[in-house]
T-cell receptor
Framework: AQSVTQLDSQVPVFEEAPVELRCNYS??????LFWYVQYPNQGLQLLLK??????LVKGINGFEAEFNKSQTSFHLRKPSVHISDTAEYFC??????????FGAGTTVTVRA | NAGVTQTPKFQVLKTGQSMTLQCAQD?????MYWYRQDPGMGLRLIYY???????DKGEVPNGYNVSRLNKREFSLRLESAAPSQTSVYFC???????????FGQGTRLTVV
């Protein structure tokens, strides 16, 4: 069974600074990886996904993530954040079955 | 295009009461899911339905039942609510396995 670990529960960052959110997963088979964002009092919205192919994946709102199979990681990055990026971010993994497993989440707070 | 619609958005129950959370999707997706979200724990899968006519337990099924009424609708029932079931519940759907899920706006349930 797969599991997901988000290494940082809270990440404070200044506006226009870069941010990296770390995600590690454990699985014995090929996986499919996702990052979701949740703005306050809303549902989850897909930021980006890795299914196959290039290990560098670009998503919406200037986010990107890199799949590293040897380190079983899928870290999310943005070179310059905005106040509007304040949200909770979830890493998720899917194996061969229909279940999508989520990490505990990372709260990003962007300050002016 | 409504996507995934959940009703109600908010609910307060007394311990021991029962209720059903409703979910409908209009994207012709095969798979549907119920998650609960609790602070610091991310999203945990309660039940899922890989396709119409099938349902399976997720990580935290105890105290819940589900019905896949048809391809569009997937309901979650609490037979005898407990304070430990106070949470935000999310319904999601996906085209199939190894793809991203699309989420509803959530139901905030409080059991007193």
């Amino acid at each position: 069974a797969q599991s997901v670990t988000q290494l940082d529960s809270q990440v404070p960052v200044f506006e226009e600074a870069p941010v990296e959110l770390r995600c590690n997963y454990s699985s014995s088979v090929s996986v499919y990886l996702f990052w979701y964002v949740q703005y306050p009092n809303q549902g989850l919205q897909l930021l980006l996904k890795y299914l196959s192919g290039s290990t560098l994946v670009k998503g919406i709102n200037g986010f990107e993530a890199e799949f590293n199979k040897s380190q079983t990681s899928f870290h999310l990055r943005k070179p310059s954040v905005h106040i509007s990026d304040t949200a909770e971010y979830f890493c998720a993994v899917s194996e061969w079955d229909y279940k999508l497993s989520f990490g505990a989440g990372t709260t990003v707070t962007v300050r002016a | 295009n409504a996507g995934v619609t959940q009703t109600p958005k908010f609910q307060v129950l007394k311990t021991g009461q029962s209720m059903t959370l409703q979910c409908a999707q209009d994207m012709n997706h095969n798979s549907m899911y119920w998650y609960r979200q609790d602070p610091g724990m991310g999203l945990r899968l309660i039940y899922y339905s890989a396709s119409e006519g099938t349902t399976d337990k997720g990580e935290v099924p105890n105290g819940y039942n589900v019905s896949r009424l048809n391809k569009r609708e997937f309901s979650l029932r609490l037979e005898s609510a407990a304070p430990s079931q106070t949470s935000v519940y999310f319904c999601a759907s996906s085209p199939g396995s190894r793809t991203e899920a699309f989420f509803g706006q959530g139901t905030r349930l409080t059991v007193v």
